[in-house]
Each structure stands twice: as C-alpha cells, then as structure tokens.
C-alpha cells in the first residue's frame, strides 16, 4: 500500500519575523489556525504586534511578542535565546522581515541604503535561518525554514527598487544552497515570491501610490491581499508541502 502522507500539524512553535502587519500578520494568524503556537518578531510597533497576538490567543494557541531588529546580529542572537527560553522547541522559521529603502532609480541610491537593506533582507535571513537550524538540532525537529522573496528577483524592478531586487535573488540561492545542505536532516528550505500586495510597504519606501500605478501590470488586475499570500505559505510550512524544499514558489497573479 501506498505511504500516505500526515496531514496534521507537527509540534512546535513557528517563529515569524517582521509579524507585526501586513503580510507577516496574516501569516501568523494563518500558522496559528493551523494549530500552531506563534513568537511574532517586531522591529517597533509593539502595539501591532501584541493586538496580534491577542487575535492569535483567541483561536486557542500561545502567542510571544518579541522585540528585534534582524539587522543587527545581536539582536538575532537575543530574538532566538528568548524564543527558546519561552516557546521551547520551533518548528517553523519565516524570514519576512525586509525592507525596500527609498524607491527610484539606482543612481539615485546611497551606500549606507544598499548596505541597509542587505544587512536585513539578506544577512538578517541568514543568520535567523542558522539559529533556527541550531534550535531544530538540539530538539532533533524536522524543521521548516520558509523565506520570504520577491517578484523583484526575477524582475530586477528596474527605476524602482534594483538594489532590493539584488537582496531578493541573494536569498533565493542561499534558499537553494540550503536546502540542499540540510535535506538529509529531514529539514525542509523553501522560498515564497509574493508580487504586488496591499501593505505599507509602498509607503514606507516613499511611493504609497505605487499599488494603484502598477496593478495594470498584473495579470490578474489588482495586488494580492496579504491573507493570499499567508496561506501559501502556511501551505509551505505544512505536512501537506512535504515533498518541497529547495524551491521558491511564486505568487504574483501571474506576472
């Protein structure tokens, strides 16, 4: 008879960076639904990131709110020291925390912003993911790591944001690279693209009339909410993508 594969949620805590809104937000109420407990990282808005996780609380699972800005090395460290010493054992990683900086041509942008935004969309994931594999080891979990990429990597989103498309295909090779690495383990490394989604992230990079501008480029006609982009990686994270690893799925409304 044919191996039929588990469907139910595994043990253990998923850890999502960058949770406090937008798409981070509803992915963490999307894990949680799927019966896991949620340690929600945010930057700044603990406010966000506590109504969060009281919504997380109703639906019957533990929720833990923790300062960090994966940008900083230390604060990585602290983010996971904290994660084990209240949530125990994770079972789930999701890197979504990133950031655009200003949007407009490359010419136009800084040292300091193309420095910026590698440290948190590219060196930030990496050391999240190794710190997770270090929690996946000691507890002996078939772990899952889900990084969060972009359209931008296939795009290069040029006149808007290069630098952050350049982050965005560096994280989809160490998603590669890794996978391969780990898959003995029985860790799975996966990659979600998301295209154009109705978060602040338009705003935050200087251009909140961005989504109106470019939904005509978007074969399905509008931007993702981010609930659609939640569940695909939920899918990811779940027994149900056991046999995924070492590719990042698009979603992008067929761009």
Same mark, same amino acid.
């Given at each position: 008879?044919?191996?039929?594969?588990?469907?139910?949620?595994?043990?253990?805590?998923?850890?999502?960076?960058?949770?406090?809104?937008?798409?981070?937000?509803?992915?963490?109420?999307?894990?949680?639904?799927?019966?896991?407990?949620?340690?929600?990282?945010?930057?700044?808005?603990?406010?966000?990131?506590?109504?969060? #996780?009281?919504?997380?609380?109703?639906?019957?699972?533990?929720?833990?709110?923790?300062?960090?800005?994966?940008?900083?090395?230390?604060?990585?460290?602290?983010?996971?020291?904290?994660?084990? #010493?209240?949530?125990? #054992?994770?079972?789930?990683?999701?890197?979504?925390?990133?950031?655009?900086?200003?949007?407009?041509?490359?010419?136009?942008?800084?040292?300091?912003?193309?420095?910026?935004?590698?440290?948190?969309?590219?060196?930030?994931?990496?050391?999240?993911?190794?710190?997770?594999?270090?929690?996946?080891?000691?507890?002996?979990?078939?772990?899952?790591?889900?990084?969060?990429?972009?359209?931008?990597?296939?795009?290069?989103?040029?006149?808007e944001y290069v630098h952050y498309a350049a982050s965005k295909?560096?994280?989809?090779?160490?998603?590669?690279?890794?996978?391969?690495?780990?898959?003995?383990?029985?860790?799975?490394?996966?990659?979600?693209?998301?295209?154009?989604?109705?978060?602040?992230?338009?705003a935050a990079g200087g251009d909140p009339d961005r989504p109106?501008?470019?939904?005509?480029?978007?074969?399905?006609g509008r931007l993702a909410e981010p609930a659609e982009i939640?569940?695909?990686?939920?899918?990811?994270?779940?027994?149900?993508?056991?046999?995924?690893?070492?590719?990042?799925?698009?979603?992008?409304?067929?761009?």
């Open positions: 008879m044919d191996k039929q594969p588990n469907h139910g949620a595994p043990s253990g805590a998923v850890l999502i960076t960058g949770a406090g809104r937008g798409i981070g937000a509803a992915t963490a109420l999307a894990v949680a639904r799927d019966g896991h407990d949620i340690v929600l990282n945010y930057v700044r808005n603990a406010q966000a990131a506590e109504t969060v #996780a009281e919504k997380i609380r109703a639906l019957g699972r533990k929720a833990y709110a923790i300062q960090a800005d994966v940008g900083l090395p230390e604060d990585v460290q602290r983010l996971f020291e904290r994660t084990e #010493a209240e949530a125990g #054992a994770l079972y789930g990683l999701v890197n979504n925390a990133g950031i655009t900086g200003q949007i407009g041509p490359f010419s136009k942008t800084t040292d300091a912003l193309i420095e910026q935004v590698f440290r948190v969309n590219v060196l930030g994931a990496i050391q999240c993911a190794r710190e997770a594999l270090a929690n996946f080891q000691r507890h002996g979990t078939r772990g899952v790591i889900v990084n969060v990429s972009s359209v931008a990597a296939r795009t290069g989103s040029p006149g295909g560096a994280l989809d090779s160490f998603t590669l690279g890794l996978a391969r690495e780990v898959a003995a383990q029985g860790i799975r490394v996966c990659g979600l693209a998301p295209g154009s989604t109705l978060t602040e992230i338009h109106a501008r470019v939904a005509s480029r978007i074969p399905l939640a569940e695909a990686i939920a899918w990811l994270l779940s027994p149900a993508a056991s046999f995924v690893t070492g590719t990042t799925v698009s979603c992008t409304g067929g761009v």
